[in-house]
């Protein structure tokens, strides 16, 4: 069974950098899509960062494009969403999603309703 845990939320400055981490238990985790999505209160959840683990790959939204990189590292088994410059619109709770093969396509990646395994949240608060 897949189990993600993420980390490294907290209250921050704008203009801040965090660090968040995604911890994967279980299953092949080279074979997955990872992906971060983030929840503001009164909001549906959106689609943030994702990356094909093998052979690459990564998408970004919009909002978050030139400020925000995701990346990998096999052997802790972890994926990571770097964000810097951070805006009191990206106040959120962040979760750690997981895709198993077989694979969404790219064009999917925005859904959170198509990826399969969840961790519980960071909250990350940008205060001005």
């Known amino acids: 069974q897949v189990q993600l845990v993420e980390s490294g939320g907290g209250l921050v400055q704008v203009g801040a950098s965090l660090r968040l981490s995604c911890v994967v238990s279980g299953g092949t985790f080279s074979t997955y899509q990872m992906g971060w999505f983030r929840q503001a209160p009164g909001k549906e959840r959106e689609f943030v960062a994702a990356m094909r683990l093998q052979g690459g790959g990564t998408g970004y939204a919009d909002s978050v494009k030139g400020r925000f990189t995701i990346s990998k590292d096999y052997a802790k088994r972890s994926v990571f969403l770097q964000m810097n410059n951070l805006k009191p619109e990206d106040t959120a709770v962040y979760y750690c999603?997981?895709?198993?093969?077989?694979?969404?396509?790219?064009?999917?990646?925005?859904?959170?309703?198509?990826?399969?395994?969840w961790g519980q949240g960071t909250q990350v608060t940008v205060s001005s």
């Open positions: 999603a997981a895709d198993p093969p077989p694979l969404l396509i790219r064009s999917s990646w925005w859904d959170s309703n198509r990826w399969e395994v």
